[in-house]
């Protein structure tokens, strides 16, 4: 098997990584029900949001509005890159 290529492991890959498997189990999600999920109570709501507009920039991740909240759900782009 080829040797894949060394990716450097850094905060933001693994939370972009584990927001996509969550999502993957769960189908769709608040940033709220996310943030609590995913990241610790003192890391603020805002470094979650970047992440996931990342995401939906990369076509991984799509939102609905959903009262006054987005509900966050993978594409098809994102369930094949978990």
Known sequence: MPEQ???PTTPDTVLRARVLAVLGCVR????AQLHE???PAHVDE???RRVTL????RGLLARVRCGRS???????AGRAAI
Request: aromatic share 8%.
């Open 5 to 7: 290529p060394h990716r």
């Open 37 to 39: 999920l995913l990241t």
């Open 46 to 48: 805002a470094y979650l």
């Open 54 to 57: 990342a995401q939906e920039r």
């Open 28 to 31: 769709v999600a608040t940033l």
């Open 70 to 76: 987005d509900v966050w759900h993978l594409t098809r």
